[in-house]
């Protein structure tokens, strides 16, 4: 499923308020059953929208004096 930034917004403004209910711009209602569900969506959606922070590359060089 392709998400969008809106929708992420969305479900973090609920995740803070502490609902589990979203009424999304187009008027359509998404129920959650629970907190844990959404965190799990928010990361699949952070996962989709910035996947350049979800996986972070560390390359290490050293030098040595001949």
Excluded at 11 to 24: C, F, H, K, N, S
Excluded at 28 to 40: K, T
Excluded at 45 to 59: D, G, N, W
Aim: aromatic share 6%; hydrophobic share 45%; no cysteine.
């Amino acid at each position: 499923m392709a998400y969008t930034l809106q929708q992420l917004q969305e479900l973090r403004a609920a995740i803070a308020e502490g609902v589990l209910m979203i009424r999304t711009v187009d008027g359509q209602e998404v129920r959650y059953r629970s907190l844990a569900e959404m965190r799990q969506i928010e990361a699949a959606m952070v996962a989709e929208l910035e996947p350049s922070t979800s996986r972070i590359k560390r390359t290490v060089f050293t030098f040595e004096r001949g």
